[in-house]
């Protein structure tokens, strides 16, 4: 599939047009960010192992009934999604202490909570990524309590299917962010699920294996998410997407 206009330029995504005008293509980059885009390098390969962990994981999402933008792994790097309406609102569901949370708030680091912590930020570099209440982002205009209620209890299905996966796996989902987005005015989630907006550990020992490593300023930034990608996905996934053995 050829890549139409480029509609948008993230941090670490482009958005192009495709034939179809409901859909587009998201092409994954090498960019890396933090520090609302203060610290940024380029990594190789990480365009690459983001976009098939995604797919994997809005494929695990779409089989347990959750809607989502997710078309189709079109190759390593460049998705097929429906185009949708972007909320500016970033929802995070926290499973155990760390990060910023405890940097705020008086909990212990690696504090595990019997219920998921659900938090939502203002998707704004400008503002520094405010938290919001719900009152805030409806008089934004951002959204309405209905869909808000969604976002919410979706967030939480999401919590629960990809704890699950990946307890099977050996591996820890610490919190995630997802963004969300209005396609003929239902609620799906969109944006990409990654090493890039989850914390993930080895269940084990607790090793980080996500984008905390470059916030911190550690190397194998790279190889953690070649461990991710080698611990989620199938046989069937590397073979339908001619992923390299060597790479994985």
């Not at 405890?102 to 938090?119: S, V």
Request: charge should be neutral.
């Amino acid at each position: 599939m050829k890549l139409g206009k480029l509609l948008y330029t993230g941090k670490a995504k482009d958005i192009y047009k495709t034939d179809n005008p409901d859909e587009v293509i998201i092409r994954f980059r090498d960019d890396i960010t933090a520090g609302d885009g203060e610290k940024h390098d380029k990594i190789p390969m990480k365009g690459y192992y983001n976009s098939i962990i995604s797919a994997k994981f809005f494929e695990v999402l779409e089989a347990a009934g959750i809607k989502t933008h997710y078309i189709t792994l079109v190759k390593p790097g460049y998705i097929l999604a429906r185009k949708l309406e972007m909320i500016p609102i970033e929802v995070i569901a926290r499973n155990i202490a760390t990060g910023s949370l405890t940097r705020r708030y008086p909990f212990k680091e690696g504090q595990e909570f019997k219920e998921p912590i659900i938090q939502m930020d203002y998707k704004s570099d400008e503002y520094g990524d405010p938290m919001l209440n719900d009152d805030i982002a409806v008089a934004l205009g951002f959204t309405t309590m209905d869909e808000l209620d969604k976002m919410r209890k979706i967030t939480l299905k999401v919590n629960n299917i990809l704890k699950g996966f990946l307890k099977e796996r050996g591996l820890l989902l610490p919190d995630f962010k997802l963004e969300f987005g209005r396609y003929n005015s239902k609620i799906l989630v969109g944006d990409e699920i990654s090493p890039d907006t989850c914390r993930l550990w080895e269940m084990k020992t607790r090793k980080t294996l996500d984008k905390d490593l470059f916030r911190r300023g550690e190397g194998g930034v790279i190889d953690a998410y070649r461990i991710v990608a080698s611990l989620i996905l199938d046989d069937r996934d590397k073979k339908r997407w001619k992923l390299e053995d060597d790479l994985l």
